[in-house]
């Protein structure tokens, strides 16, 4: 890929299963809007018509027979498209950026859950991604059962939503080693008190960054 040189804010929002992404992304998304932000927001994987064919076959319960590297690499080719056809544009032309996941849940989901080696993941990263990475990326956390909790009172279970405790225990701790690391580009947001009180923690972040 190009390392084009970007403008606009690069934000991801990431986490465990039913921390709240959806509830806070919207909350993002309405708070940069009135901040006078020009933004578009988006989701992985996904986020382009071929990326949304590729999530499809992902998150297909019945896909039981993909092997660990298969997911990883489909993940990378959403986003690649990604990359080239929404984001990039958009960074280079000023526009703010708000992502649902990225490659932090690669990370964290192929790393720590699938066991898949990071260096692994960080060679497909610096191919498809050249040196671009968020500016902010906020992590949600929670623990899994009180997530579980909340996700379960939803429809059927797509294949993640299957995977065992244990599974979503190594997501959560590779998502806190990463911000541990790397303090200035992670806000660790505890997504345990209630969903005004995790956004006004959300707030004080934002404000510092426009
Ligand atoms: N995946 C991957 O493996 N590798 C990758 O590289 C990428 C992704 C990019 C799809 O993601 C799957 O892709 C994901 C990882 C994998 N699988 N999993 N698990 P997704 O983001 O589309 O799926 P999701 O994790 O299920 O996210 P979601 O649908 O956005 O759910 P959420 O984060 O929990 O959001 P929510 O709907 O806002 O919250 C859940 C409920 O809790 C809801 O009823 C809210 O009203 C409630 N809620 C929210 N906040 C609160 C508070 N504070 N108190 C009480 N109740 C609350």
């Not at 489909?74 to 960074?91: K, N, S, T, Y």
């Not at 279970?157 to 244990?166: C, G, M, T, V």
Request: proline share 3%; glycine share 8%.
């Amino acid at each position: 890929m190009n390392n084009a040189v970007t403008k606009g804010q690069f934000i991801t929002v990431e986490g465990t299963e039913g921390v709240g992404k959806s509830t806070n992304m919207a909350f993002i998304e309405e708070w940069l809007i009135k901040s006078g932000k020009e933004l578009i927001v988006t989701r992985e994987p996904g986020g382009t018509e071929l990326g949304e064919k590729l999530r499809a076959v992902l998150l297909d319960a019945k896909e039981q027979s993909m092997c660990d590297d298969t997911e990883l690499l489909l993940m990378f080719a959403a986003r690649a498209q990604h990359l080239q056809e929404v984001i990039l544009p958009a960074l280079n032309a000023g526009k703010w950026v708000l992502c649902d996941r990225f490659t932090d849940s690669t990370y964290a989901y192929q790393g720590g859950g699938r066991g898949i080696k990071m260096s692994s993941i960080a060679e497909l990263e610096q191919w498809v991604q050249g040196d671009l990475r968020p500016d902010m990326t906020f992590v949600l956390d929670l623990p899994i059962d009180i997530g579980l909790e909340r996700a379960g009172k939803r429809s059927a279970p797509d294949r993640f939503e299957l995977e065992k405790h244990d599974f979503f225990n190594k997501v959560r701790d590779t998502f806190l080693a990463r911000a541990a690391v790397q303090p200035d580009r992670y806000s660790v947001i505890d997504a345990s008190p209630s969903i005004s009180d995790v956004q006004q923690s959300i707030q004080v972040v934002l404000e510092k960054m426009v």
